[in-house]
């Protein structure tokens, strides 16, 4: 016989499977909450308005792991002849690196481009 959850329930499952897993998806945890609760009956939806707002504090977990990225900017890459108007930039803390304008850019110009590396179809 199913059983519904109660939110004092739901949550403190949600957060053991995201601090296990943090990069789970809603879709994956609720198959995760399902495998170790066979008994409750939850919706995605339901899930999803129940952790709606909730943060899970990874970050120790990620350092433990060894999760959190090194980060530099590559010294061998030329932006400023790719892309004159803009320079890289290193961000402290978890922002990571990213362009900075060197000058006034007009709104719909390209100031980067870059092929991808994977191509699929529309789904």
Known sequence: MSTVPTDDELLPAYRRIKERDPSLGLAKVLAQLKLAN????????RL??????????????????????????????????????VKARLFGGEKGK???A??????????????????????
């Open 98 to 100: 990213g362009l900075v």
């Open 38 to 45: 066979p008994e409750w009956a939850v919706s995605e939806k």
């Open 48 to 85: 999803r308005k129940v952790v709606a707002g909730v943060q899970v504090d990874h970050s120790s977990a990620a350092d433990e792991a060894g999760l959190v990225a090194d980060t530099g900017l590559d010294p061998t890459i030329d932006i400023a002849n790719i892309a004159p108007k």
């Open 102 to 123: 060197r000058e006034k850019i007009q709104q719909g110009e390209v100031v980067w481009q870059e092929d991808p590396w994977i191509v699929t179809a529309d789904s």
